[in-house]
């Protein structure tokens, strides 16, 4: 067994990724990493430490005759590991054209549902419970180091200095703790074994692109401009910062926790049925108490919940959730008693009645004796309209 298997499988188990009842999807570019996924997912799979493994390959169609070779390689990849393979195209450029979204938002929105698709299918033709069903991506150390950086530089919301989790959902990162040098190692070391690999019309062991050279490009600048710097001070860089990510992240689990209970007590959606669940389309309101609690609380809660509102590919931004704590205001409590002592009187937060803005998303943001109400602005309108 490889010293990355084995990094993998203790990465898996420590933070229960996946096991043999599990259904994998295995997210497959033609690269490095998602190459060497590829192999380890296949000796996993041999090993009895996964269920049905399939491959998904998305062409963006953005870069010509090399996305085409792309897909040629991962073709090739699935056949020598006879691991079933999903194959899709999505114009994203055109897609972008056509929104007026970025292209890089938009190819990793498709990806995922492309990805979430596949799951399904796989799931019901292996019989898995979709609930089992796992997507594997190929993110590594390096991936967390970046992303780490580039939010250092623009700046980041509750959480974001963990930088990668190990599972979002289905979505799971099981080579997290390995460096892609060791990826691309273990790629090698399985050639010169003798081991079958993919190889591509030019001999190479996996496809390179040629855009992530660019440093025109955020995440290129940081990968070939400032890891290398900073790796020079810290030839351990990966290690260290890896270490200090997941104590950031064992502290964020506990404020989440913290957070999710301030909501199950403060806030109140505004479409819910103990059949239904929550419609967070309609909105939310938080209660008079939610304004007692601590303002780090109350930051995580609100981002929390107007990414509900917003979905998972728009960054609630950090005025957002000041304009919407701004319905809260601080008021002094008359006493009497205090005075007279010469301590300076108590103070209570209530809502702001009578405040009412606009914020991301065209979502209306209104405040009085009941609590601070956000929703769409179409339904703020309507509201208006009755009165």
């Known amino acids: 067994m490889s010293a990355l298997l084995d990094k993998a499988l203790a990465t898996m188990a420590e933070r229960k990724l996946a096991g043999p009842g599990n259904a994998v999807l295995l997210m497959v570019s033609g690269g490095s990493d998602s190459t060497a996924l590829a192999y380890l997912a296949d000796e996993m799979r041999a090993g009895g430490h996964l269920g049905a493994v399939a491959m998904l390959h998305v062409n963006h169609k953005l870069r010509g005759q090399d996305a085409e070779d792309d897909a040629r390689f991962v073709s090739e990849l699935a056949a020598i590991l006879h691991i079933p393979l999903f194959m899709c195209e999505i114009d994203v450029a055109r897609e972008a054209q056509r929104t007026g979204g ?22 019901q033709h292996e019989a898995f419970p979709l609930a089992d069903g796992r997507i594997f991506t190929a993110h590594t150390a390096d991936d967390r180091v970046e992303n780490f950086y580039m939010r250092s530089i623009v700046g980041t919301g509750p959480g974001g200095f963990r930088s990668m989790l190990y599972a979002n959902g289905p ?10 040098e060791e990826l691309r190692a273990y790629v090698r070391e ?16 996996w496809r390179e692109d040629a855009t992530n050279a660019h440093t025109d490009r ?5 990968r070939h ?4 710097r900073a790796k020079e001070r810290n030839p351990q860089l990966l290690d260290v910062l890896t270490r200090s990510m997941n104590l ?15 909501i199950g007590r403060c806030v109140k959606w505004e ?39 917003l979905g998972p590919d728009v960054r609630v931004e950090t005025a957002t959730v000041e304009a919407v704590l701004a319905g809260f205001e601080m008021v002094p409590n008359e006493l009497e008693t205090q005075e007279a002592a010469g301590d300076a009187p108590a103070a209570s937060v209530r809502p702001k009645s009578g405040y009412v803005t606009n914020i991301q998303g065209d979502l209306a943001v209104s405040a009085n004796k009941q609590g601070v109400l956000v929703e769409p602005m179409s339904r703020f309108r309507a509201r208006r309209k009755k009165l």
Not at 171 to 180: E, N, Q, Y
Not at 190 to 205: I, K, T, Y
Not at 274 to 300: I, K, M, N
């Open 225 to 228: 401009e400032i890891v290398p």
């Open 190 to 205: 399985r050639e010169a074994s003798g081991a079958v690999v993919a190889c591509d019309a030019q001999g190479h062991l």
């Open 102 to 123: 970025n292209v890089e938002a938009i190819a990793r929105h498709e990806r995922y549902l492309a990805a979430n698709e596949a799951l399904r299918s796989m799931c």
């Open 171 to 180: 979505v799971v990162r099981p080579v997290l703790d390995a460096s892609r």
């Open 271 to 309: 479409q819910e049925s103990e059949e239904w669940g929550v419609d967070v389309s309609e909105g939310f309101r938080l209660l008079p108490c939610f304004g007692a609690e601590p303002l780090p609380l109350q930051r995580r809660a609100v981002f929390s919940l107007v990414g509900r509102m």
């Open 218 to 222: 955020f995440r290129a600048y940081v």
């Open 248 to 262: 950031i992240a064992d502290e964020d689990d506990m404020l989440d926790g913290m957070t999710q209970e301030v």
